[in-house]
């Protein structure tokens, strides 16, 4: 039996990836100190989300931006653009991004396919696996306005506002330049 969801969003991405068919990380500062990015293959941790843990993740409480993909491994779009999104992770982390993906594959992958498929991206920032029967509600959570289509790319300010979102395969300029936008913008202390 599929998934009603992967269905549609394997549609979904068929129909965007028709229509658009026409390197190692830097060291990385943490807190100020510059440290050595470990070896790919030690990175790569899927962990099992549900609602209550993507609504977690999604909260703001470091005054740090947070950059958010949503992907499958069998969708295309999403496997054309992973490269780019390394990319700007490896670029961005050491700047103040934070930067997670959440895979809407089956739970099955968890060990295998989504790990694999991060390795040979050379992917080091956290991943995600939702896991939930009915995703319409971290759908909604993440945007009212999102119906589920793969990929989707939404970027959060420091208080948790979206002020960026693109569905479908992401054009690195426009992302560029919003998240540009926001690490320059000065870290307000609460004191």
Known sequence: MTHPLRKFVSLVCGVIALFLSG???PAQSINGAEKS???????IIVKDVDHAGLAALLKRE???PLLVNFWATWCEPCRDEFPDLVKIDAEY????LEFITVSLDDVTEIKAGVPGFLRQMGA???AYLLNVVDPEPSIRAVDPNWGGALPATVLYDKNGTIVFKH???IKTEPLRAAI???ISQPVMSDK
């Open 23 to 25: 390197f190692s990380a």
């Open 180 to 182: 540009e936008k926001l």
């Open 93 to 96: 982390r050491p700047k103040g």
């Open 124 to 126: 080091t920032m956290p």
């Open 62 to 64: 470091k005054a740090r």
């Open 167 to 169: 569905f479908g395969r």
């Open 37 to 43: 990015p470990k070896p790919v293959a030690e990175t």
